[in-house]
């Protein structure tokens, strides 16, 4: 019989690294638990998630969560999560009744139901477990636990753990994932968070962020352009968190001055935003459409539309640059797992871990650092093929961690 698999915390694909994530976990999990195992996936956008995945569910917390709202509502919402929080838990220690036969509405209810059917559970959110996600942080750690209490095999996947340091949330962390089958940190900072958490040693793990796993759809990039002779720069910035870096910066004066350096004869930008919101724009697509305007006063600069972009197209993308500029992770990873020359903007240590993981942290900058770019776009360009090859073999001994993380979970 097919293991059942529920993929318990996936964030909008409308982000193409939540695309990346998503896609690329599911391969794995296909790897490990046979092809024809059953995948779910509790998701807190369903309306994007559904072009192009089934058997999907809302969170059970966050989904009935409206932003925007007063405090008394605010206190009315986290009163009755903290009712069903009290139910279950009451439950699971007493009397043990399916999930979904307790009090809830409907949507709970089928997720619930999603979870209570489950053979193994997952995690896959990317970076939830750090002190800046610390007010979302307890209800997905319940609904982890939730499911270890259920008799699930709870599995961490690969992603970024920390910096974690407020004294309640770590204790919370370890006392509901202490009974997890495995824990997978993408980087080695991470690896040494879980381990200072205090979880079996023996069941954590360093595996390489699944997205390297990426494969490439169909896509010109020069059905952007007019000119196809010039070849093409990619560049993607975002407002970076502050929370790691501990300020703020603006790109475009910084990072501008250095790409109008690049010879115009030879080279158009294509800006790639990689965040995108339905029925509007992001605040990333905003700020690349300043850059735009600001590179366009030298460049022939096209832009991204305005609408989702699966990983496997963008990636198609990605393979037929000459360079890219990122200050985006996941949308970084799919540049380099393409062989494509990178350059990273160090906006969060996420980044850096990344690109130490394949012995190209000298591409990783600081923002001292900023008017370093154009010496090294001119580095990579120069010395494009050497660049190629160290990437295409990064990227195979990366794939090689991820062949003992599956035999690890064949295991389980």
Not at 50 to 71: C, H, M, P, V
Not at 250 to 255: A, G, K, M, N, P
Not at 358 to 365: A, G, L, R, S, V
Not at 384 to 389: A, C, G, N, Y
Request: charged share 25%; aromatic share 10%.
């Amino acid at each position: 019989m097919s293991k059942k698999i529920l993929l318990m915390d996936a964030f909008s694909t409308i982000h193409v690294g939540n695309g990346a994530l998503l896609e690329n976990t599911i391969l794995l999990c296909k790897k490990a638990y046979g092809k024809d195992c059953q995948i779910s996936i509790i998701t807190t956008d369903i309306e994007t998630n559904k072009l192009k995945y089934d058997n999907l569910y809302e969170n059970i917390f966050l989904s009935n969560f409206k932003r925007g709202q007063s405090k008394p509502y605010k206190i009315k919402w986290l009163l009755k999560q903290m009712l069903i929080i009290l139910m279950h838990t009451i439950n699971v220690k007493t009397f043990n009744f399916p999930l979904h036969k307790l009090p809830a509405n409907k949507t709970q209810k089928d997720t619930f139901k999603a979870i209570e059917e489950a053979d193994v559970c997952i995690s896959l959110f990317g970076e939830g477990i750090k002190n800046s996600t610390s007010k979302s942080l307890p209800f997905w750690l319940f609904t982890f636990w939730l499911s270890i209490k259920k008799g699930k095999d709870f599995i961490l996947f690969p992603q970024s753990i920390g910096p974690l340091t407020k004294p309640w949330a770590r204790k919370l962390t370890y006392y509901a994932l202490r009974d997890a089958k495995l824990y997978a940190g993408r980087d080695k900072q991470s690896y040494k968070e879980l381990l200072s958490l205090g979880f079996d040693k023996d069941k954590v793990m360093y595996i390489p962020d699944v997205a390297i796993q990426q494969q490439k759809g169909e896509a010109d990039i020069y059905d952007y352009f007019t000119n196809k002779d010039k070849k093409v720069i990619g560049i993607t910035i975002s407002n970076a968190p502050k929370d790691e870096v501990g300020k703020t910066i603006d790109f475009i004066e910084s990072i501008s001055p250095q790409i109008e350096l690049l010879d115009s004869e030879k080279y158009q930008i294509l800006i790639m935003p990689s965040n995108y919101i339905r029925d509007g724009i992001s605040e990333d697509y905003a700020l690349c459409l300043k850059l735009k305007d600001r590179l366009s006063k030298n460049f022939d600069v096209e832009i991204l539309e305005n609408r989702p972009y699966f990983p496997d197209e963008y990636s198609a993308l990605l393979s037929q640059l000459e360079l890219f500029i990122s200050t985006r992770m996941h949308v970084m990873i799919l540049a380099t797992t393409m062989a494509i020359p990178t350059i990273a903007i160090y906006t969060q240590h996420k980044l850096m871990g990344y690109m130490q993981n394949i012995n190209m942290e000298k591409y990783c900058i600081k923002y001292e650092e900023l008017n370093s770019i154009f010496t090294l776009a001119q580095e990579l360009i120069n010395d494009r093929p050497t660049i190629v090859e160290k990437l295409k073999n990064e990227n195979a001994k990366l794939k090689e961690q991820h062949e003992i993380f599956i035999k690890r979970l064949k295991e389980i």
